[in-house]
């Protein structure tokens, strides 16, 4: 069974930094594209970040500049560092993976989700 662990998030003032990491475990085979998602209270879940397997990243454009997404594939682990966060970073941010588990099979995984709290 695949399972996608995040960690990391918790209360920050405006202007601070928070570093988030998701890590992979089980029975992996390969994972493709990892993302950042983030659903702010009301409103809809956003693609905040994305790095393929190659390295090749893509941001949202609210966070461009400030947010950069890494990965350690030797970990099957993806980060996101955030630096200049403001109130309307506030959000529960979940990792996502589509990965070739057993038997080849893909599957789209996500995490239970962190709390990012930005206070002004």
């Known amino acids: 069974q695949v399972q996608l662990v995040e960690s990391g998030g918790g209360l920050v003032q405006a202007g601070g930094s928070l570093r988030l990491s998701c890590a992979a475990s089980?029975?992996?085979?390969?994972?493709?594209?990892m993302n950042w998602y983030r659903q702010a209270p009301g409103k809809q879940r956003e693609l905040v970040a994305n790095?393929?397997?190659?390295?090749?990243?893509n941001y949202g454009e609210s966070v461009k500049g400030r947010f950069t997404i890494s990965r350690d594939k030797s970990k099957n682990t993806v980060y996101l560092q955030m630096n200049s966060l403001k109130p309307e970073d506030t959000a529960v941010y979940y990792c996502?993976?589509?990965?070739?588990?057993?038997?080849?099979?893909?599957?789209?995984?996500w995490g239970q989700g962190t709390l990012v709290t930005v206070s002004s």
């Open positions: 996502n993976a589509r990965i070739v588990g057993v038997h080849f099979k893909v599957l789209d995984a």
């Open positions: 089980g029975v992996i085979l390969s994972i493709n594209t």
């Open positions: 790095i393929t397997s190659g390295g090749s990243t």
